[in-house]
């Protein structure tokens, strides 16, 4: 079955460092995949959009890359800020044709202390 | 334009009752998604709507789950006889087909059954 998995451990990491956040998949062939930020309590914010045929992305202080040999996307946020600190998702197109139906990772915490 | 709304932010019901919420997309977008998502997982498709046609329903959509969007404009999603299993959050979506893929989600409304 298709499934996404991102690390379940929250990542704390001191200001100012560069924080990665993994998202892993199998049995999957996706189109392209996304990032999305959500603070508690309130729904995800669109962040990124990767294509399969792109091996990287940036967008100010954030960069993803999509390595469709290896099923993997990661997500670097550099000089990080205690304002960074959310649960970041991982969402991949489902596959099927054109429906823009995503398939969600179970989201990675970043603190990120002062 | 401000965004997808959705109401109410917060319900809380007893088992057993109905309950209605209502999605408000962007105004231009044609593509509306209802997603739930359970505290520490990531959001999981229930269904989505291209105009006013309902074009795909999850398996975890049950029959007491029924999703409307009339005019092609807002959303209902009712859930009928609410068991405690339905607590969570309902996040709505909207997206414009023709011009990628991006999903822009409301702040979600957060089910309670007692």
């Known amino acids: 079955s298709q499934k996404i998995e991102q690390n379940s451990e929250a990542l704390n990491i001191q200001e100012g460092k560069t924080a990665t956040l993994t998202c892993n998949y199998t049995?999957?062939?996706?189109?392209?995949l996304q990032w999305y930020r959500q603070d508690p309590g309130r729904g995800p914010v669109f962040l990124l959009l990767?294509?399969?045929?792109?091996k990287e992305k940036r967008k100010e202080r954030l960069k993803v890359t999509f390595d469709t040999t290896l099923k993997q996307s990661l997500f670097h946020i550099t000089a990080s800020q205690p304002a960074d600190s959310a649960t970041y998702l991982c969402?991949?197109?489902?596959?099927?044709?054109?429906?823009?139906?995503?398939?969600f990772g179970q989201g990675t915490t970043l603190q990120v202390k002062p | 334009d401000t965004g997808v709304s959705q109401n109410p932010r917060h319900k809380i019901t007893k088992r057993g009752q109905n309950v209605t919420f209502r999605c408000d997309p962007i105004?231009?977008?044609?593509?509306l998604y209802w997603y739930r998502q359970t505290l520490g997982q990531g959001p999981e498709f229930l269904t989505y709507?291209?105009?006013?046609?309902?074009?795909?329903k999850s398996r975890l959509l049950s029959d007491r789950f029924s999703a409307e969007r009339p005019k092609g404009s807002f959303s209902t999603l009712e859930i009928q006889r609410t068991e405690q299993g339905d607590s969570a959050m309902y996040l709505c979506?909207?997206?414009?087909?023709?011009?990628?893929?991006?999903?822009?989600f409301g702040p979600g409304t957060r089910l309670t059954v007692l």
């Open positions: 979506a909207s997206s414009f087909s023709d011009r990628g893929d991006t999903q822009y």
């Open positions: 049995n999957y062939s996706p189109a392209y």
């Open positions: 990767i294509r399969e045929n792109e």
């Open positions: 969402a991949l197109d489902s596959g099927s044709s054109n429906t823009g139906k995503l398939i």
């Open positions: 105004s231009e977008h044609n593509r």
């Open positions: 709507f291209q105009n006013e046609a309902q074009l795909e």
